[in-house]
């Protein structure tokens, strides 16, 4: 098991959120080791601060990999080597 923890900060109601956890779950369908958490921004007030404004944002092991935008292929190659 690869221990390697993917989280995806967002909030309900935000179609980028909504896209990047559509890339997320194709990718990590290739990653079964990869555990996935979900965070919300409306939930916890120093991410709010933090990534307000940013969202959606992609860590892999607590470190920012992405925002905005997620790139399934650089996101793959990502895990592929974290894992």
């Known amino acids: 098991m690869s221990g390697t923890v993917l989280t995806l900060i967002g909030k309900p109601g935000c179609h980028l959120c909504d896209d990047a ?7 990590l369908a290739d990653f079964p080791d990869v555990a996935l958490e979900e965070r919300s921004i409306l939930d916890d007030d120093q991410l709010a601060r933090a990534y307000g404004d940013e969202i959606p944002v992609v860590m ?6 992405t925002i905005w935008r997620v790139d399934a292929d650089r ?9």
């Open 60 to 65: 892999i092991d607590g470190r920012v990999h």
């Open 75 to 83: 996101l793959r190659d990502a895990l592929t080597v974290t894992g």
């Open 21 to 27: 956890r559509s890339v997320v779950g194709r990718v």
